[in-house]
């Protein structure tokens, strides 16, 4: 079990990180976190620079911008990274030892990256680190899977210090991560590839352990995911990771048809092979899909906040039906806050959550001086007619993230709001899914 990590104290960070080299670090195996907990920083490194004029040109193209061609694995339908490959030489053995225990769980939570300072992401990051101080090592968390926008405005590499490293220097275990839209976006007038920094920091498989120029020195070598879509399969849970590529809104997937002749449809591909493979291997654990843009988002009428992705959702049902089966859940971020939905179909429960509020602005789902939403609420206009979709709960007010837990028999998502502290172990918003029936069910203890 990791130590214990002791509550942060506040500190200047008046030297600045090591840049290390301007080459990778070779390191002996994978490397997670400081051996010792250090002070969180009050003031970023290096100043991020304003993104007004950037955003001007984008809002003057509106409508214009396409998604852009991603990076296509080569040689593999499915793409799997196992959590024991991820853990190295340790690996095998603390793979039996989650098996041996019966339950996995981990965390979740998007939109990480702040440019104005460290204060929020902090909050979020130090309340996930607490979570390895428990009583019972099975509620230990395996790894983190962080829901996309890790850097802010477009996903530069001189900002991973400042917006990941440090934050989550003290995290004692994996980050995997799909890539959000800021991960993908390229700013106006700059020729950086679309999401090279994401690549180099978080798709280093195939390449011996390392740590990257980026981490500043800091012990976290870079991710070996074998792309921005693949297999996350760990016990009792499968994560398949979609990249919905680095437009606002809508999110997306494939060519849509004709929309976008110019990309592919190999995430398609991929899905269905990944459900099909559930099936072949008679796997019975938890199926989750993981993607930045939310297929739903509450019905309002405030100006501004992001939108649900219906043709993705589109895409994605098409590739269950084709292969026959349907996830256990669905989380996304991109909406800066955290909202839970139940889609009802075919006899299916389905939780679709959006936790986007890992430490950026948070968005309000309605304005100061409306009437706020209450929940539960059906939401008709996000039903394809052959559903119903049910908002269930919601936080637009606080930073926080998602604990997952999952076993041979149930899947349990938990919201954790940061402002509850490092002591407060009792979420304030939960959904267990019976993984045999896929219905909401009461949640049994172990």
């Known amino acids: 079990m990791p130590q214990r990590h002791e509550p942060h104290s506040r500190s200047t960070h008046a030297t600045p990180p090591d840049p290390g080299n301007s080459e990778p670090i070779t390191t002996g195996g994978p490397q997670f976190a400081e051996p010792t907990a250090t002070p969180d920083p009050t003031r970023f490194t290096v100043r991020h620079g304003s993104d007004t004029q950037a955003y001007k040109i984008l809002d003057s193209e509106k409508g214009l911008l396409k998604p852009r061609p991603f990076p296509v694995i080569e040689g593999a339908a499915e793409p799997v ?72 405005s477009f996903g530069e590499a001189e900002y991973y ?10 995290y004692p275990a994996p980050i995997f991560a799909v890539p959000g839209n800021h991960d993908g976006m390229v700013a ?43 297999t996350l399969e760990a016990p009792f849970v499968r994560i398949l990771g979609l990249y919905s590529n680095c437009l606002e809104d809508p999110g997306v997937i494939s060519t849509e048809g004709d929309a976008f002749p110019y990309l592919t449809d190999v995430q398609l591909d991929f899905l269905k092979a990944a459900l099909r493979r559930v099936q072949k291997d008679r796997f019975t654990g938890a199926v989750i899909i993981a993607v930045h843009h939310p297929p739903y988002v509450a019905e309002t009428h405030t100006a501004g906040r992001h939108g649900g992705s219906p043709r993705m959702l589109e895409d994605l049902d098409a590739a269950c039906t084709d292969a026959g089966f349907w996830p256990h859940a669905v989380l996304s971020g991109h909406a800066h806050n955290y909202q839970r939905f139940t889609r009802t179909k075919d006899g299916r429960q389905t939780p679709f959550i959006v936790a986007g509020n890992g430490g950026h602005a948070i968005a309000h789902l309605t304005r100061r001086g409306t009437l706020a939403l209450r929940a539960p ?20 007010q606080d930073y926080g993230y998602l604990r997952v837990l999952a076993d041979a028999e149930q899947l349990r998502i938990e919201y954790h709001p940061a402002p509850d502290g490092a002591a407060a172990k009792t979420p304030d918003d939960f959904v267990t899914v019976e993984l045999s029936s896929r219905q909401l069910v009461h949640f049994q203890t172990r």
């Open 188 to 230: 106006p007038n700059v020729s950086t590839p679309t999401l090279q920094a994401f690549l180099e920091n978080f798709c280093a498989g195939g390449r011996s352990p390392h740590r990257t120029p980026e981490s500043g020195g800091l012990v976290r070598t870079a991710q070996i995911q074998p792309g921005v879509y693949f």
């Open 377 to 396: 609420a059906p939401q008709p206009s996000l039903s394809d007619g052959k559903d119903t979709v049910v908002i269930e709960n919601y936080d637009d």
């Open 81 to 152: 990274l196992t959590l024991a490959q991820a853990l190295g030489a340790q690996g095998p053995s603390v793979v039996a030892e989650i098996e041996k225990a019966g339950q996995i769980v981990f965390h979740a939570v998007g939109d990480t990256g702040n440019v104005r300072g460290p204060h929020s992401e902090a909050l979020v990051a130090d309340k996930m680190v607490a979570d390895f101080e428990e009583r019972d090592p099975r509620n230990v968390p395996s790894f983190f899977y962080h829901l996309g926008d890790v850097v802010y």
């Open 161 to 170: 210090y400042d917006q990941f490293y440090d934050p989550f220097r003290d």
